[in-house]
């Protein structure tokens, strides 16, 4: 296997290109740097800019399909193992619930022992949680922590929206108890935020699932662990949908009938 030269992976317009140290920190790459699996480079990039895609498309570090995927053409969660290698597709929640459900951000990465391509067209905040880590020198120390470090950090972001959606619907049902009917698509925005989750975080799941399973060289038995504790995270955040879907099911029958009195000339306002 040929050594990557850091000077290989310089692009101009790249958002960031690091090497991990080995003890949880990072430092910028440099030309002259040796690029192994003690000090793997993480490089990532937004595959809109020039650059970076002209990058994508030529460089020889990387199979032709992987360049592709890269350059923005997958978006449902997925795996595919090449060799010592893993392209993976993943979608992250970047906080509101006021934001529109369809709108996840798709981020998408290329990882052996040695190198880490990430690419993305929207900022992912998950990313940054990691990368803050990294700064400060308690962040992961090689590829296979790096990976179970953003897998649990876009976790952490989709648990905490199902959280806020969940929130919303108890909100919704005490206002309905005390005969309140929402504004005109608050339930369904609510609803099809559930469903669009749902859509994309179930694969997600099987992604993790995937990982944990797999015998990627570059990823120990601890991090298999690790790896599958956060896909059951995300499966109980599922679970979570689940219900929440089926009460909102409820609430819009609810909705329906309050409507339906106050036409019939009832006390009832229907918004």
Same mark, same amino acid.
């Given at each position: 296997m040929d050594a990557i030269k850091g000077s290989e992976l310089q692009i101009p317009d790249a958002i960031f290109a690091w090497v991990l140290d080995g003890q949880g920190g990072v430092k910028?790459?440099?030309?002259?740097?040796i690029i192994d699996?003690?000090?793997?480079?993480?490089?990532?990039?937004?595959?809109?800019?020039?650059?970076?895609?002209?990058?994508?498309?030529?460089?020889?570090?990387?199979p032709n399909n992987v360049r592709d995927a890269l350059a923005g053409e997958s978006?449902?969660?997925?795996?595919?193992?090449?060799?010592?290698?893993?392209?993976?597709?993943?979608?992250?929640?970047?906080?509101s619930t006021d934001e529109r459900p369809d709108q996840l951000v798709a981020m998408?990465?290329?990882?052996?022992?040695? &190198? *880490? +391509?990430?690419? #993305?067209?929207?900022?992912?905040?998950?990313?940054?949680?990691?990368?803050?880590?990294?700064?400060?020198g308690n962040g992961p120390t090689d590829g296979g922590s790096w990976l179970v470090e953003v897998c649990d950090a876009l976790t952490d972001h989709a648990s905490e929206f199902i959280e806020q959606l969940h929130d919303r619907i108890i909100d919704l049902e005490d206002d309905l108890l005390d005969q309140q009917v929402p504004p005109?698509?608050?339930?369904?925005?609510?609803?099809?935020? &559930? *469903? +669009?989750?749902? #859509?994309?975080m179930a694969p997600q799941r099987d992604v993790y699932a995937r990982?944990?399973?797999?015998r990627l060289p570059w990823m120990s038995d601890d991090q298999r662990r690790r790896m599958q504790d956060i896909a059951e995270r995300l499966g109980?955040?599922?679970?979570?949908?689940?219900?929440?879907?089926?009460?909102?099911a409820i609430m819009s029958d609810e909705i329906a009938?309050?409507?339906?009195?106050?036409?019939?000339?009832?006390?009832?306002?229907?918004?």
């Open positions: 910028p790459l440099a030309d002259d740097d699996k003690d000090k793997p480079c993480w490089l990532h990039l937004n595959y809109t800019h020039s650059d970076s895609a002209d990058w994508l498309a030529a460089t020889p570090l990387l978006t449902r969660p997925r795996v595919t193992r090449i060799g010592d290698g893993a392209l993976i597709t993943l979608r992250c929640i970047n906080g998408r990465l290329y990882m052996d022992e040695r &190198l *880490i +391509v990430s690419t #993305r067209q929207r900022k992912v905040l998950a990313l940054d949680d990691v990368l803050g880590d990294l700064k400060e005109r698509g608050f339930l369904a925005l609510l609803r099809k935020q &559930l *469903i +669009v989750m749902r #859509r994309y990982l944990a399973s797999e109980r955040g599922l679970d979570e949908i689940d219900s929440c879907i089926a009460r909102t009938r309050l409507c339906r009195s106050r036409w019939r000339g009832g006390p009832i306002p229907c918004h």
